[in-house]
């Protein structure tokens, strides 16, 4: 008999480590999926590749359950990303592995499974994507040639690409791929959203008809999840693209990643396992030694950082292909305005003749509004009283459409009241404007005008973004209302004017990475504007602003990221803020906010007492944005290091002191560590 560690999810055991022993008669090669005995019930598992040395019983190692026979076994380097990931983030390694794993190999309810998985196997499932006509290959630019010169010279390690948008930033992915997939390798792309897949896939599969390209995201069925993950496992998938999971697919030819938009906030997942796949997609280039190349015209500032250190290779696409002008950016002064009118309109007078220009040159505008419903909030002007939500520290919204207020937090959806609840006032009014609201403002203020708003809401039912984006595409609306969902990744060619409406907000959050959002967010937007190069040089980007000599609208003004970057990082460096040091975030959530408190003071008295502690910095529990959601309380404390090594074995040492302090906090809802958190 031999004895061999298998990953398993053990949440009841979360205090030891992930692996256990069971035994086999015959050797597995680590890397093979099995089901084991656990408790009472059978559970899958992982075979892995070092030692385990717990035990699923004290009493005596059971056998293995069953062998998932047929299918190949994850190769050593994946269960070397997940090793890292796991340690890194502070996860058991069973469960983020599984947990990676299409839902189909991990049913606990199905015996058969091995049976059916070798029938599925033999199936060998066809490529996902029909591949249109194949298109012209364009030449070269300067710019796009010199990165893909310094690319060739790079055969291993991380590229990062500054391109402004419509720089042709996706030429340079399409070419790079091109030579992995002629050195027979598969190719990994990382997108932020699903919305933007289908985009992205049209154009790989129009370059590579004969190459079989798959999807992983979640919105796959369970069965095209399976599929597309066996064709990428097999080594039959040539070309994978997905969402930040992906990161984690198994791809035995690896040889290239390419992450697109590397800014992107959505590549952090923000619940159970906290893992940025930005991060691991570059050290799962470190582990296989191949280039992984980031893209963004707006970088974040931890790549941007190590760029400057050399860490990562610097390319840049300076110029919009064919000389494409940038938008002209244009500040709109509404506190003058204000000062002097009074009151500030849903456009103010020159944004609405900009607007009435496009319309009658039959070219589209975009107006940016990051709020949606009608009003974020409804008032009395009587008693003051507020819409507020009984279960969140939020205002519920309300929603014209169908006269309801919603808490966009706990999703609590009721009728308006016809009165006020507290005076009984027939008059309540809604304060501010979101994005139902503009969209009627702007009924009144164009009349005869197009206009479409592209939402959350407006586009809950399946098929109803594809069907609003194709008519933006084939020339039906004249003005578009949205949210940010929006604003980034569509090549919208007529359109020649975007307006962000007062987003002034993110300038004094708290989050210290809030104004490198808005950046990111306000140059996407601009990139919506002139992407026909014949109508470019009249586009603009407008932003009604109340603070218009705020330094980061004047770089924007100059489409200046370097400018914006440096000096955020000279402000993170005097404030010792990331990239200059490394945070993790201990959150912790009960009903009553007293016992989220006393568990993360109690955290913080063991986490003193470490000899690692010296290292490290524990804030005060303060409570977060929003500290109660769902009559649920929440705060949460940071723990800071200058040295990154340093954090991860302070909280190597500090989690099982968690672990145990739990049964003593009674009411403790449930706790979590973030490791670089993203949102605080
Ligand atoms: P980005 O990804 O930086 O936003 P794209 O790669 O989408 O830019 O390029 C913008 C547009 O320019 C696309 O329509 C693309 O087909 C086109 N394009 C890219 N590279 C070239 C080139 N070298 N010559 C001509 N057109 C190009
Ligand atoms: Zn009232
Ligand atoms: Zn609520």
Known sequence: MLSLPVAVDTPQHAAIGALLDYTCEHPLPPGTLVRVPLGKREVPGIVWNRAGGQRAEAAQLRPLA???????????????????????????????????????LRRTDDSQLGRRLTRLLREAPAAAVAAPPAAAMPELSAGQAAALAALAGLPA??????????????????????????????????????????????????RFPGRTLVSLHSALTPAQRINHWLLAHLGRADLVLGTRLAVFASLPRLGLIVVDEEHDPSFKQQEGARYSARDLAVYRGHLEKLPVLLGSATPSLESWQRALDGRYRRLGLAQRIGD??????????????????????????????????RIARGEQSLLLLNRRGYAPVLFCHDCQWKSGCPHCSAWRVFHKADRSLRCHHCGLSEPVPRACPDCGNLDIAPLGRGTEKLEEQLGALLPGARIARIDADSTRHKGALESSLHAVHEGEVDVLVGTQMVAKGHDFRRMT????????????????????RLFALLMQAAGRAGRDAAQAARSEMWIQTASPAHPLYQALVQHDFEAFANSQLDERRRAGLPPFSSLALLRAEAREGAVATAFLQAAAEAGAGLAEAPAVTLYPPVPPAVPRVAGIE???????????????????????????????????????VDVDPLVI
Do not use: C
Request: charged share 20%; glycine share 8%; hydrophobic share 50%.
């Open 66 to 104: 069953e062998v998932l026979e047929g299918l190949p076994p994850l190769a050593p380097a994946w269960l070397a990303l997940l090793d890292f990931a796991a340690g890194y983030y502070q996860r058991q390694v069973g469960e983020l592995a599984l947990s990676v794993l299409p839902p189909e």
């Open 157 to 206: 390690g991380t590229a990062l690409l500054h391109g402004v948008t419509g720089s042709g930033k996706t030429e340079v992915y399409l070419r790079a791929a091109e030579q992995a997939l002629a050195a027979g390798r598969q190719v990994l792309v990382l997108v932020p959203e699903i919305n933007l897949t289908p985009q992205l896939e049209a154009r790989f599969a129009a």
């Open 324 to 357: 494409g002008a940038m938008p002209r950016v244009r500040l709109l002064d509404t506190a003058r305005l204000v000062r002097q009118r009074g009151v500030l309109p849903a456009l103010a007078p020159p944004l609405l003749d900009a607007v009435q220009q």
């Open 497 to 516: 004017l975007v307006a962000a409406i007062n987003p002034d907000g993110a300038l004094f959050s708290s989050d210290f990475r809030a104004a490198e």
């Open 634 to 672: 929440r705060m949460q404390m940071l723990v800071e290091s200058a040295s990154r090594p340093a954090l991860q074995r302070f909280l190597t040492a500090w989690l099982p002191a968690l672990h145990g302090l739990r049964p003593r906090h009674k009411g403790l809802a449930r706790w979590a």
